[in-house]
């Protein structure tokens, strides 16, 4: 059974910076590609960046591009979202989600595996 946690979230100021943290248990995490997606009030539930198996290869939103990097420690069962030059709208609660079959997926039917979320809040 694979389980995710994650955190890190919490209240920033724009401008801020935070960084998110997702480990996983119940199973072998470098066999899984990992993806990061928030989901704002009222919204779907948006792709953010994902990650492969080693951590070698990246897929990012356009929206994050260059503000957001995704990384992942193999030794450590975690992958993280760094998150720079942070603004109101990226106000939302983040997830991270697993994929056995190791793609880049940017859809969240890609991914079978959840965590529980964590909030994000940025003030203006």
């Known amino acids: 059974q694979v389980q995710l946690v994650e955190s890190g979230g919490g209240l920033v100021q724009a401008g801020g910076s935070l960084r998110l943290s997702c480990t996983m248990s119940?199973?072998?995490?470098?066999?899984?590609?990992m993806g990061w997606f928030r989901q704002g009030p009222g919204n779907e539930r948006d792709f953010i960046a994902s990650?492969?198996?080693?951590?070698?290869?990246?897929n990012n939103a356009d929206a994050v591009r260059g503000r957001f990097t995704i990384s992942r420690d193999n030794t450590k069962n975690t992958v993280y979202l760094q998150m720079n030059s942070l603004q109101p709208e990226d106000t939302a609660v983040y997830y991270c989600a697993a994929d056995r079959l190791g793609r880049l997926g940017v859809s969240s039917k890609d991914y079978p595996y959840w965590g529980q979320g964590t909030q994000v809040t940025v003030s203006s």
């Open positions: 990650i492969s198996r080693s951590g070698g290869s990246t």
């Open positions: 119940g199973r072998t995490f470098s066999m899984y590609s």
